[in-house]
């Protein structure tokens, strides 16, 4: 309601008059947004921009050496928010009045990016499942992507379950965004709002994993379970593949390619391969316990050498790849902020949550989604 009754809610048409990032903006009339979209025009200073009556041309191709672009109309993307009675008016328009292709429904940048990371992370992108946090037993929230009682899904669940957890002493949350959401406020001790730059939220979880690596405030025990038949021996609900090994040559067939005992064998399946506590080549879905961290050469079948490497190990490298000071710079979160997040998230054990949705979808929105979502299992 603030939000719905602020008078410093936009009213009127804004258009930018300084450049990109400047933030300078000023009010223009109804009339004049139709006449600048419509007819185009040097609008920005910027140069000359096709209006959409320069566009609407539905029998011009774009490029005649390449006609699956289609017509020039297809140079105009009409996007929209969600289906409150404006939903089948724009869609109409779009589509059968104008005649371009590009219309971005609510979930083409909503929860895409963050269903395809979390489906990378849960080993099944087909479904792509994603999951929520056990609201009664947690302690410790971190929203990221997402603003508690005002995105996700559902949201309106979330937001029962989330007041209900806050009667808890011992519970706490930090919200990541941009802005400082409606639901947020800033005297609030337990609910806390962390700016970062957007798009960068990949930069603030890997900076996290680098100094969970680099304290081992991982947990080992469950990490180092490689498959079904050691989740059931340790009584655990899921397993990982951790410590599956992975060809790290870059070879043209090879590189990436779990390895397998097909390739150490010409008879073999295509199983896993992990190195148990003895140092042995094992099936993973026999070992009960494996290594976490691994480098080592092995032998094909065929003959190559090549290096190996656990899954883990090749997490840790990737986090390495930039210092705590780089990621600090790439998300605009202060390296102390950075610091005191991973040391809270890993204070809670498995009462500690990481919880994400639409605001994983930028540019980097998959990968932004994988290394958020990474937290949970570390």
Known sequence: LESLYSPLRLLEPMKRVGKR????????????????????????????????????????????????????????LVTNTSDE????????????????????AHGAYCGLAYRAGSGALMGDLDKNPHVKP???????????????????????????????????????????????PLSTVLADPRGRWQPVMPGSDSALAMGMIRWIMDNQRYNADYLAIPGVQAMQQAGEQ??????????????????????????LTPDGEETPVVLNTDGELVDASTCRQARLFVTQYVTL???????????????????????????????????AQIIALAETFTSHGRKAAVISHGGMMAGNGFYNAWSVMMLNAL
């Open 21 to 76: 990032g400047e933030g300078k903006w000023q009010r223009i009339s109804f009339e004049q947004l139709i006449e600048e979209v419509v007819e185009g025009g040097d609008l920005f200073g910027e140069g000359h921009v096709d209006g959409l009556r320069a566009i609407h041309a539905p029998d011009t191709p774009i490029d005649a050496k390449h006609p699956s672009f289609g017509p020039k109309t297809n140079q105009l």
């Open 85 to 104: 009675g404006r939903d089948a008016f724009l869609r109409r328009f779009a589509l059968n009045s104008f005649g371009s292709k590009n219309f971005g």
């Open 134 to 180: 056990d609201w009664e037993n947690m302690e410790f929230a971190l929203f990221m992507g997402t603003s508690p009682a005002q995105s996700g899904n559902p949201f309106k669940r979330q937001a029962r379950q989330l007041a209900s957890a806050r009667l808890r002493e011992n519970f706490q949350y930090v919200v990541v965004a941009p802005a400082l």
């Open 238 to 263: 899921s397993w990982t593949n951790a410590t599956h090994l992975v060809i790290a040559d870059e070879l043209p067939t090879l590189a990436g390619q779990h390895l397998t005992l097909r390739h």
């Open 301 to 335: 079948a065929d003959g190559q050498r090549v290096t190996v490497k656990s899954g883990l190990q090749r997490l840790k490298e990737a986090a390495e790849k930039l210092s705590l000071a780089q990621y600090s710079e790439q998300c605009g979160v202060p390296e």
